[in-house]
């Protein structure tokens, strides 16, 4: 049976030119999959980006399209390009250059999960890693490039926010926010990925629903941020990592009791962007800025 490569959640009515993805919060493991992995199923969903799609489920409601992918990132990372192959991992492949992502086992085929944790008993094949691709990461990139290109020609512009979560210890160390850590990291690849002022903007809605963020620090974006952040062709991007502590046990998996009053703070900020971009600050005029 085919296994379907993303849920597209649509608004009645589109209101502005916002589209929301969550890449990393498919969670459709294969049974062979799971079987095959000396880790458990538990430790494979440690580099899951659990619920982020429920956390922003309420988009389609405000205006803006939601995709989400089904394949779980263990399986298949969405947020990687498709030629980052693993030669450690997938046979047949050379090494090419220096890419630090591929060298610590986090190639679009990831090798490990958290903490450096091996997925695969042993290497794979091409023709695995070939079908990996065809079956999830083509389609669902077909699918975020048409829901892009429509929301552009139909708005003049787009921004595209790429929802992620990210465990606490990456940041529990920072106090860049009044001296705590962020809460919600904004990537804008330093500038590169979204007009500054728009930029600027979307972290303001964000604080108005009570976060603490912060910039690029200590993700920056990656692969669709990358891809889709062309300020230049109306084309705006940042990804939104979300501290995974504010709403689930990461330990357990489990949704934590404020899951929906952060839901509820989200889609606060959502709505705001959504308003943003209709009051006429949008991101071709914030461009010329």
């Known amino acids: 049976m085919t296994r379907a490569a993303f849920d597209l959640y649509e608004p009645e009515k589109p209101r502005c030119g916002l589209v929301l993805s969550s890449a990393h919060s498919g969670r459709d493991y294969p049974a062979e999959f799971i079987a095959q992995s000396p880790l ?4 494979l969903r440690s580099s899951e980006d659990a619920f982020v799609d429920l956390l922003f489920q309420d988009a389609p409601r405000l205006g803006a399209p939601l995709l ?6 263990a399986y298949v990372d969405l947020n990687r390009g498709p030629t980052e192959l693993d030669p450690a991992l997938i046979e047949g492949v050379k090494k090419s250059g220096l890419n630090p992502r591929l060298s610590s086992g986090l190639g679009v085929i990831p090798r490990v999960v958290g903490g450096g944790r091996v997925i695969h008993p042993g290497r794979i094949s091409r023709e695995e890693a070939d079908q990996r691709l065809a079956r999830h990461w083509h389609p669902w990139h077909r699918k975020l490039a048409e829901v892009i290109a429509a929301q552009r020609d139909r708005f003049g512009q787009v921004l595209l926010l790429d929802c992620h979560s990210m465990p606490h210890d990456a940041v529990s160390h920072l106090r860049i926010c009044e001296g705590e850590p962020p ?4 990537g804008d690849r330093h500038g590169a990925a979204c007009a500054p002022a728009l930029m600027s903007k979307v972290e303001g809605a964000f604080r108005t629903a009570g976060f603490r963020t912060s910039r690029n620090m200590p993700f920056a974006g990656a692969h669709i941020t990358q891809t ?9 991007a940042i990804q939104i990592e979300i501290d995974r502590s504010l709403y689930m046990e990461e330990a357990t998996l489990t949704p934590r009791p404020e899951f929906d009053r952060i839901r509820a703070r989200l889609a606060m900020a959502v709505g705001t962007v959504v308003q943003i971009l209709r009051q ?3 991101p071709r005029a914030l461009a010329a800025e």
């Open 40 to 43: 458990s199923a538990r430790a």
């Open 68 to 73: 989400t992918a089904r394949a779980p990132r």
């Open 280 to 282: 006429g600050d949008t």
């Open 183 to 186: 809460e919600i990291v904004l």
């Open 228 to 236: 889709w952040g062309r300020p230049q062709t109306r084309s705006h």
